[in-house]
């Protein structure tokens, strides 16, 4: 478990965040998309008030099943080291060919279930942290995003980061929804972010309260819910005796969600009317409520 604070800095208060998860990216498999990460990649880096947060699975190197069965072999320590290097070299190539370029816009990298573990101890999306010096989310992460303008708080938000591989997946996609939104019952945040099913959808789920101090009124706050796709073709021609192939699984949803949080302060009656008693006379301009924003999912 992982817990992370972090700040952003808008250069004001109508401007939007931009959150782009990536997850399931598969570089190793025949399956990979390499330009359409690209893509994400370079959307990261030219959009404005844009960061990242990598949801793990980089690569299909390796399951926990094949983990396992390569920390039972123990007689070849020299055999461990030339993996070691060969990983570590890996790892150095998609740093410098992606990560890199958006390593300031880069909050940090989640762990999935596919990994690789260094005889010396750690795993290569540990490496890949110590590259880009972002930090490791490791499974889950709990994030306090600190959104800040003119050094001033405009809102924190509460974001759950977890790969998602709490089950093999689902057939259908309404039991993968179900178990998104039964996953969050007992957490109280307002961004979750899952990967591994190779789905992607997002979802918003508001909840209402009232206002603790001032001015008694209804608060609604919004909650999202994020699968983030895959960069992985499910199905590839000419290439038989893959997993999906075996399985029968679904057809991946190749691709990636942004979500954009978007800031407003409408006019508020109650306060305007406060302020003309307080200054004997009409402000000479409108008066703002409290902050509000509300999230939007695009693919």
């Known amino acids: 478990?992982?817990?992370?604070?972090?700040?952003?800095?808008?250069?004001?208060?109508?401007?939007?965040?931009?959150?782009?998860?990536?997850?399931?990216?598969?570089?190793?498999?025949?399956?990979?998309?390499?330009?359409?990460?690209?893509?994400?990649?370079?959307?990261?880096?030219?959009?404005?008030?844009?960061?990242?947060?990598?949801?793990?699975?980089?690569?299909?190197?390796?399951?926990?099943?094949?983990?396992?069965?390569?920390?039972?072999?123990?007689?070849?320590?020299?055999?461990?080291?030339?993996?070691?290097?060969?990983?570590?070299?890996?790892?150095?190539?998609?740093?410098?060919?992606?990560?890199?370029?958006?390593?300031?816009?880069?909050?940090?990298?989640?762990?999935?279930?596919?990994?690789?573990?260094?005889?010396?101890?750690?795993?290569?999306?540990?490496?890949?942290?110590?590259?880009?010096?972002?930090?490791?989310?490791?499974?889950?992460?709990?994030i306090r995003l600190n959104v800040e303008v003119h050094k001033r708080t405009l809102k924190v938000f509460k974001i759950l980061v977890h790969h998602g591989d709490w089950s093999g997946g689902y057939t259908r996609i309404g039991g993968d929804v179900n178990s998104v939104e039964m996953k969050a019952l007992g957490f109280d945040f307002d961004i979750y972010l899952f990967s591994h099913t190779h789905r992607k959808f997002g979802l918003h789920v508001p909840s209402l309260s009232i206002s603790t101090t001032g001015e008694l009124r209804i608060i609604e706050r919004p909650r999202a819910f994020v699968r983030t796709g895959c960069f992985m073709r499910g199905y590839v021609e000419n290439c038989a005796g893959r997993y999906v192939d075996k399985k029968l699984l679904s057809p991946s949803d190749i691709g990636y969600v942004r979500l954009s949080i978007h800031f407003?302060?409408?006019?508020?009656?109650?306060?305007?009317?406060?302020?003309?008693?307080?200054?004997?006379?009409?402000?000479?301009?409108?008066?703002?409520?409290p902050m509000s924003y509300k999230f939007e999912v695009s693919f």
Not at 21 to 33: A, I, L, Q, Y
Not at 270 to 285: F, M, N, V
């Open 264 to 289: 407003s302060r409408p006019y508020s009656k109650t306060r305007y009317r406060a302020q003309a008693e307080k200054l004997g006379h009409r402000p000479s301009s409108g008066v703002a409520g």
């Open 1 to 142: 478990m992982k817990l992370l604070d972090y700040t952003i800095c808008l250069p004001s208060l109508t401007t939007p965040v931009t959150i782009i998860p990536f997850g399931c990216v598969h570089g190793d498999d025949p399956g990979f998309h390499e330009g359409l990460f690209e893509q994400c990649i370079s959307e990261i880096e030219k959009t404005p008030d844009c960061y990242a947060i990598g949801l793990g699975d980089y690569w299909n190197f390796l399951r926990t099943t094949a983990r396992k069965h390569l920390k039972s072999y123990i007689g070849d320590e020299d055999s461990w080291r030339d993996m070691d290097h060969m990983v570590r070299k890996k790892a150095e190539e998609f740093y410098g060919k992606y990560l890199k370029r958006i390593r300031h816009k880069l909050i940090g990298l989640a762990e999935g279930n596919h990994f690789y573990e260094f005889s010396s101890g750690g795993t290569d999306t540990q490496y890949l942290c110590q590259l880009a010096e972002v930090p490791y989310l490791d499974k889950p992460a709990f």
